[in-house]
């Protein structure tokens, strides 16, 4: 690991100003939680020549919730914390779940939220800096040790998005809010912001040069929403998932009116089952409306050799989590 510089950000605007600086030739990055980051460096991914430090501004680890505006999570906000917030878990009980099921104790409590977000794929071959920089595309690694990778949406890449709160974020709709150096804002939706990983990028999301990820927004749960979540792993311990889904309803007694059903690890980017929700409005929901309903989840998967067992399990958990979401 080569040395860098270390500068405190007193400011959002400040942080952004000094990202702003980065090129080719002089890295800059920020550093929230700062786990994925040393991960990176450490493994001859990432050579910055600056580092920016987001812990040093206040207030940006807020939890706020109003019944009006619904959720605000500040981006430093650690998964711990979000897992543990009687206002997440009574409202956003999907996401309470998805952060306190995201990896160790020890690491939720650093991961920030933001940096959760941000992070880079977990997949082996982008994590070797031999191969990180001429990383082939899907179709010529069909044969390599791809058990993990995409079922879905996997013709140019098939590297999975690795946050685990995303997937909750995007089933409640979540707004990420982002502010350059002269303090201007903007927000987009999470399920647009999130880009399919790509190695020749310097982050998979849609955040400009200069920019600082603020805070994430979800709307006010309606009076009669369900929602659950279900991470499925191959141990019980600590592991990274072989899939893991996030479900919304809106419901009239059983019967849903409106339906988000979000499918993590099996695409380059969470992904919405929405010819399941579409075939879930106007049905009660038992048993055997959620088996079809996770069968058409599944129809359109493209399975690698190697990891086709991951469409039945994925098929599994759908239909259990809805199940769980109306239990």
Request: aromatic fraction near 6%; hydrophobic fraction near 45%.
């Amino acid at each position: 690991m080569q040395s860098f510089e270390w500068v405190d950000a007193k400011s959002v605007e400040q942080a952004a100003a000094l990202l702003s600086a980065s090129n080719t030739r002089q890295l800059v990055i920020a550093k929230a939680g700062g786990l994925d980051i040393l991960d990176l460096m450490k493994e001859g991914i990432l050579a910055p020549a600056r580092v920016v430090n987001l812990k040093s501004i206040p207030q940006l680890d807020d939890i706020q919730f109003d019944t009006k505006s619904g959720l605000r999570l500040g981006t430093l906000a650690t998964l711990a914390r979000i897992s543990s917030s009687e206002e997440v878990r009574r409202n956003y009980p999907a996401l309470a779940d998805a952060a306190a099921h995201a990896a160790t104790p020890q690491v939720r409590n650093v991961a920030s939220i933001g940096g959760n977000l941000l992070q880079r794929p977990r997949c082996w071959y982008f994590r070797n800096a031999q191969l990180h920089s001429s990383l082939p595309s899907a179709t010529a690694l069909r044969d390599a040790q791809m058990q993990y990778h995409a079922i879905f949406d996997n013709t140019h890449s098939a590297m999975v998005h690795a946050s685990t709160p995303a997937t909750a974020l995007v089933a409640y709709d979540a707004t990420v809010h982002l502010t350059d150096q002269r303090g201007r804002s903007r927000s987009i939706k999470l399920d647009e912001f999130l880009l399919a990983p790509d190695a020749q990028r310097a982050h998979d999301a849609a955040i400009q040069p200069g920019e600082v990820l603020t805070h994430v927004t979800l709307p006010p749960p309606a009076p009669d929403a369900r929602s659950a979540y279900y991470k499925q792993t191959e141990r019980d311990s600590y592991d990274w998932p072989i899939c893991d889904v996030a479900i919304a309803l809106q419901m009239n007694d059983r019967t849903v009116r409106a339906a988000s059903i979000v499918m993590g690890w099996v695409a380059p980017t969470p992904r919405r089952a929405r010819k399941s929700e579409q075939l879930l409005v106007g049905k009660n929901l038992d048993e055997s409306v959620a088996r079809e309903a996770a069968q058409a989840a599944v129809a359109d998967a493209t399975p690698l050799p190697k990891n086709a067992y991951k469409v039945p399990v994925l098929e599994t958990v759908v239909r259990r989590t809805l199940l769980a979401a109306i239990a």
